[in-house]
């Protein structure tokens, strides 16, 4: 977990190999195959990026990652900084529409830490506040906007050069909820150059979501996930942990030793009623 360059990231997070969590977090991350390739990809770009600028092969600069809130997108950039043990920087959009310095400013900044510590990663998370298309018309977001399309592209006039040589060899990754809103100008190739949908986790996924969390805590003998399977529909990978984690503190509150199949019935029930807008009293 070694930090460094931290001095120039001030609130940006830039460590190598582990993004801002404990090794816990990337006990098990569960994401369709199409995710695994795309990490895989950038993986073996990012070992030899070298061989791409001397065939003179253009390769990814952005990728846009999108879908449902909760789903893992913030963890698919964790599990490949750590997988791939390369620099990365982490913001998220929020941070450049408030503080002191100038959104333009903080975005320079982020691009120059890579750029300085390249081969690396940026991720920014909730890019719609940054690169949406209201962000655009809005007078006070525009110079955002406009710097990281001006990073994006780089110096134009030494494309050759400059976009796959070392020190240019970092690739930009960003995630949103809703990627209809974004400016048609940002996501067009060249910038964003591959995108990928994380979607809610089907069945199969969601009991292997449910094993991740569930793992180091104290279940009984007659819990059965996949008899719930169908309670769970639309339920994300976040929403997963979090009916782990309520269940564990019902069987606490009830005095269990274990988390019972009962106790996750029982959250899912409140969900349930909640989601219907049924305002429950204690009994
Ligand atoms: P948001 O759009 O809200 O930022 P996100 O897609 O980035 O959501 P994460 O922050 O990656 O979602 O997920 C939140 C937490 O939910 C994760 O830290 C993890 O504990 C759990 N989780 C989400 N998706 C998965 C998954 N596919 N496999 C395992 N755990 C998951």
């Not at 913001?91 to 890579?114: C, H, R, Y």
């Not at 003998?221 to 929403?239: I, M, N």
Request: net charge neutral; with cysteine.
């Amino acid at each position: 977990n070694q930090l460094f360059d931290m001095a120039y990231a001030e609130n940006f997070i830039l460590r190598i190999g582990d993004a801002g969590g404990t090794k816990s977090m990337f006990k098990e991350v569960v994401l369709g195959g199409d995710v695994w390739d795309l990490l895989d990809e950038l993986m073996i770009y990012m070992r030899n990026p070298m061989q791409y600028y001397e065939k003179e092969v253009p390769f990814v600069r952005g990728v846009l990652l999108s879908g449902p809130p909760g789903t893992g997108k913030t963890l698919f950039a964790r599990t490949l900084a750590k997988k791939s043990g390369m620099p990365f920087v982490f913001a998220s959009g929020a941070e450049f529409t408030d503080g002191e310095k100038s959104g333009a400013a903080k975005i320079n900044e982020i691009f120059s830490i890579a750029r300085r510590n390249a081969p690396s990663f940026i991720f920014v998370d909730e890019i719609d506040a940054i690169a949406g298309r209201h962000a655009r018309k809005d007078p006070r977001r525009r110079s955002t906007f406009q710097a990281l399309m001006a990073q994006l592209d780089g110096d134009k006039e030494k494309v050759g050069v400059d976009r796959f040589s070392l020190g240019q060899a970092f690739i930009f990754i960003c995630a949103t909820n809703r990627p209809d809103e974004l400016d048609i100008e940002f996501v067009r190739p060249g910038r964003i150059d591959r995108r990928l949908y994380i979607g809610l986790p089907d069945a199969k996924q969601r009991i292997q979501i449910f094993g991740v969390h569930s793992t180091g805590k104290q279940l009984a003998e007659d819990v059965d996930f996949e008899k719930l399977v169908f309670r769970t529909v639309g339920y994300s990978g976040a929403d997963i942990r979090n009916l782990v984690n309520e269940a564990g503190i019902m069987s606490v509150r009830k005095g269990h030793s274990k988390i019972s199949q009962k106790d996750i019935v029982d959250v899912l029930d409140k969900q349930l009623l909640e989601g219907m807008g049924v305002l429950l009293t204690e009994e």
